[in-house]
């Protein structure tokens, strides 16, 4: 089969597995750099606690971690046994600790999520 079709180069075998490896390389670094800097973001937020005070009105309290340098702001929905959103609020953060906020709902609240931080 040799002798018929020919063979290819050990030039060329080489130029390919350099070519993959390189190519692999750059995808399993971009791949981890990735999953760094989407896991570490300068703004995050955890719901500690939250109350409902009276049938339009709810309190949370959340920890934030805020990198040094950077300010941002969470977001907190209020929800009705309903699954409905009855209340929202957007809370800026300027640097780490533990924050109680309280805001106004359309109607009774069962629960009360944090939705996510962010930098501005």
């Known amino acids: 089969m040799a ?3 020919g063979t290819r180069s050990p030039r060329t075998r080489l130029l ?6 390189a190519l ?18 300068e703004v995050r937020g955890g ?3 939250f109350s409902v ?20 702001s969470c977001i907190l ?9 009855v209340g929202e609020i957007s809370v800026p ?4 600790g533990r924050q109680t906020i309280s805001f106004r709902t359309e109607r ?4 009360v999520e944090l939705v996510g931080c962010g930098t501005k």
């Open 53 to 72: 005070e009276s049938d339009r009105q709810v309190s949370a309290t959340f920890d934030t971690k805020v990198s040094e340098g950077s300010s941002g």
């Open 93 to 96: 953060v300027h640097s780490s």
């Open 108 to 111: 009774r609240a069962t629960a």
């Open 47 to 49: 719901l500690i606690s």
């Open 3 to 5: 002798q018929r079709y």
């Open 16 to 21: 390919w597995v350099i070519s993959v490896t």
């Open 24 to 41: 692999a390389t750059c995808g399993l670094v971009w791949l981890a750099w990735a999953a760094w800097f989407h896991s570490t973001p």
């Open 77 to 85: 929905n209020a929800i009705a046994s309903d699954h409905v959103t």
